[in-house]
């Protein structure tokens, strides 16, 4: 198990690589724009000098990088998360795979899918699975030359959490934040069954949320006016859009935050060891709160 002096000792190291570089770069792009005035060399070779710099950088920086990252997330993250969960599993390399929010069939996914800090494990009795997921679109635009340029845009980027329910549900049921953006809608769902928005008693719910269901009748049977309290709570203390599935008895919770968890901050300034482990412990809690908050350990309804 490393040490926290250990682990300082690794940032100051990787600082001091990403500083020499930054002043490599800077002498670098000096020069550049000094020749480019000299000899009238088109300004973009700068430019070019300038990203070479930067490419160079991080390829000699990577693995030095991620193992700071590795070692941070097990003094830290991985430390943290054994005080809270029984039988965890952290993977920091590792995510929910795109196959399995796909399988929802209550997300866009786009063309380019990427997920890491995989944690899965109990809290109380109920069973989970969480990472950072972020999915992106491609698009294309094209020049009045007719040259095209492919660029991509995040159309989602956050938590995913998939937790064990404990009621019983023959259809699915989706309760999508409005301005969340990314959920299939009404006839954007394929499928020979379609969705159906439903209204719930709630109007205050409706002017935050939209339901939709295979069969309404289970919005109503999920979705209690208790229920519905409880996630205007959780909206309440969360930052981003909620997105939650509840599909094949398990409730899929969508956090568009435009966030990563269980990051370190800055190399450049020191680790604050205190300050991290509260950071740490916030990220805990958006796993948390939805199982406490929803009292999804309440076997009431309890699947047989």
């Known amino acids: 198990m490393i040490t926290f002096e250990q682990l300082e000792e690794m940032r100051i190291a990787l600082k001091k690589k990403y500083t020499l570089f930054i002043i490599i770069g800077l002498i670098v792009v000096a020069v550049a724009a000094l020749i480019s005035v000299i000899l009238e060399w088109p300004p973009i070779l700068v430019m070019i000098s300038g990203v070479l710099v930067f490419i160079i950088a991080m390829f000699c920086t990577s693995k030095q990088a991620k193992e700071y990252s590795l070692a941070f997330k097990n003094y830290f993250v991985k430390s943290s998360l054994e005080k809270i969960f029984t039988n965890l599993r952290y993977q920091p390399d590792n995510g929910i795979s795109r196959t399995t929010i796909a399988s929802t069939n209550m997300m866009r996914m786009g063309d380019r899918y990427s997920s890491n800090d995989l944690v899965t494990g109990n809290y109380k009795t109920i069973g989970f699975t969480q990472s950072d997921v972020h999915i992106e679109e491609e698009h294309e635009t094209r020049d009045s030359d007719g040259n095209t340029r492919t660029y991509y845009v995040t159309i989602f980027k956050g938590r995913w959490m998939i937790f064990d329910f404990n009621k019983s549900f023959k259809a699915d049921v989706q309760v999508a934040q409005k301005g969340f953006g990314n959920n299939k809608l009404g006839s ?3 499928g020979e069954e379609k969705f159906q928005k439903v209204q719930m008693e709630s109007q205050e719910f409706n002017k935050a949320f939209n339901v939709y269901a295979q069969q309404p009748l289970d919005a109503f049977y999920i979705l209690t006016p208790k229920i519905m309290e409880k996630i205007r709570n959780l909206d309440e203390r969360n930052e ?11 409730l899929h919770v969508g956090i568009y935050n435009h966030e990563d968890s269980f990051e370190h901050k800055s190399v450049f300034k020191p680790i604050d060891e205190e300050k991290t482990r509260n950071e ?11 199982i406490d908050e929803l009292e999804l350990d309440n076997d009431l309804f309890k699947v047989k």
């Open 188 to 190: 954007w769902f394929s």
């Open 280 to 290: 740490i412990s916030t990220d805990i809690q958006k796993i948390t709160m939805f």
């Open 240 to 250: 981003g859009k909620l997105l939650l599935c509840f599909i094949d008895n398990k």
